[in-house]
């Protein structure tokens, strides 16, 4: 049990589960943002220009009284398609800087002489010292 509970203690130190949780964090204060967005500008806009229709208020009801809310159903497609749009181009943004780091050509290392090289010429000196 132990080595178990040290294991999990590892896992949850390594730096990249902690840069995770604080992405999940972002990303979620992020969807919210999107979806204040989404519901408070951006749909009520649409609803006026196609005549005054609160998308929110979308809704058909059956003969059986269940009722099918497509306008929030369309109001979460569009909430979905910004914060994938984002999304995209921040990845799209991460590939090119990627590549750009990739393209640059290296640094070709500075390369002095090789032992045998030096070798060779200590005893070139040491015969011309004779």
Do not use: C, H, W
């Not at 730096?15 to 408070?40: E, P, R």
């Amino acid at each position: 049990m132990k080595k178990f509970f040290n294991e999990f203690k590892e896992f949850i130190a390594r730096g990249n589960v902690v840069d995770m949780a604080v992405g999940v964090v972002v990303g979620s204060s992020f969807t919210a943002i999107v979806t204040s967005l989404v519901n408070d500008i951006i749909m009520p806009f649409v609803g006026i220009v196609v005549g005054g229709i609160s998308f929110a208020d979308l809704a058909y009801t059956t003969a059986n009284g269940a009722v099918l809310a497509y306008g929030n159903f369309i109001q979460n497609v569009v909430n979905f398609l910004l914060v994938a749009f984002v999304l995209f181009s921040v990845v799209r943004v991460m590939n090119s800087l990627k590549r750009k780091k990739e393209e640059q050509p290296a640094v070709p290392e500075k390369k002095g002489p090789s032992t045998e090289e030096i070798l060779l010429e200590i005893r070139d000196l040491l015969k011309d010292r004779k």
